[in-house]
């Protein structure tokens, strides 16, 4: 599988990597629904397997369940993927969580210890604060522990191109991570534009928009999802946009049977036909669904493909 140069890193990462949402399982504010470590660790060796040479996490997910499992996951490979993991989201004794970048020296600790690592390849602030002088103080912070060696690379998740500018000031920023799919674009008019000018690598996530764009949801699927499956609550998994983003769906089905490609494939290939873009984030909670889009890695789609996938979007705008 081909590599691509993460931005000012010397990581040479895979145009697919693996994501550890769901791998945290249920019970939290943005869980997946109960999940079965076996099958998590089964997926994740699936990627590894097939090329795949990196993984992103988060200690939110789960609260901390998802570290732990990619541990699990990477404990005596012989070639152990780069590991990737986020801090400035914390939670409380009620598992309550918040944004905070006051703590992020323990969290580096905690999540090295739940990873079983010395040093983290890529260390990202989860989401900037509120104030400007909190997002400053806590790249500073982040720009020393790259400085100690606890981790190798430092990024961003969730900024914008004001917080960009603030964190630029202080240290040089490896990456951005992005929300970037055929459903939420936004990033394509300035944030990824900026991140090119500047040598900001983008792994963007949610790519096939959490699953509406696999070619395997319905709308009967959705309403039977679990109490615990965030996805319940979210504007894109109910009416009136659901059946338009269904029909996108359609369209990416369409076009994938021209190649012998899945629907989840065409809607990542999608999110890399920009050099803007290094990689995308995909997550997976079998062995099977890796295998519905680890084949996006060296699939590109054509001009008129592309123009055919943004004619159903000016045709079709999102519903208010």
């Not at 990824?192 to 996530?205: D, K, R, S, T």
């Amino acid at each position: 599988m081909q590599t691509r140069q993460l931005g000012n890193s010397d990581l040479q990462i895979t145009p697919v990597g693996f994501g550890a949402w769901a791998v945290g399982g249920g019970d939290w504010a943005f869980a997946w629904g109960a999940q079965d470590d076996n099958e998590s660790i089964a997926a994740m060796h699936r990627a590894f397997d097939a090329g795949v040479n990196w993984v992103d996490t988060a200690p939110v997910y789960g609260l901390g369940h998802s570290e732990e499992v990619v541990a699990r996951a990477v404990t005596g490979l012989s070639s152990k993927p780069y590991i990737f993991t986020k801090c400035a989201v914390v939670w409380d004794a009620e598992r309550k969580t918040s944004r905070t970048q006051a703590h992020i020296r323990r969290e580096v600790e905690d999540s090295l210890r739940r990873l079983q690592v010395e040093t983290i390849d890529l260390y990202q602030c989860h989401w900037p604060e509120a104030e400007d002088a909190k997002t400053e103080e806590g790249w500073a912070v982040m720009a020393d522990l790259q400085r100690q060696g606890k981790v190798r690379w430092i990024g961003v998740s969730n900024y914008s191109i004001h917080q960009l500018k603030l964190a630029q000031a202080i240290a040089p920023i490896t990456s951005l991570q992005p929300p970037y799919s055929l459903i939420n674009n936004a990033a394509e008019a300035e944030l990824l534009p900026f991140a090119e000018a500047n040598g900001i690598g983008v792994i963007c996530y949610s790519p096939m928009q959490s699953g509406l764009l696999t070619g395997t949801m319905s709308a009967e699927r959705i309403a039977a999802l679990p109490e615990d499956d965030w996805r319940k609550r979210a504007a894109e998994f109910q009416e009136p946009r659901l059946s338009r983003n269904l029909r996108l769906a359609e369209l990416l089905h369409q076009i994938g049977i021209r190649h012998g490609r899945n629907t989840g494939e065409v809607a990542i290939a999608w999110t890399l036909r920009l050099k803007a873009v290094t990689a995308a984030i995909v997550g997976a909670r079998s062995a099977k669904q890796v295998d519905g889009w680890v084949g996006a890695a060296d699939f590109r789609l054509t001009s008129q493909e592309v123009q055919e996938v943004q004619d159903f979007l000016d045709a079709n705008p999102t519903p208010a």
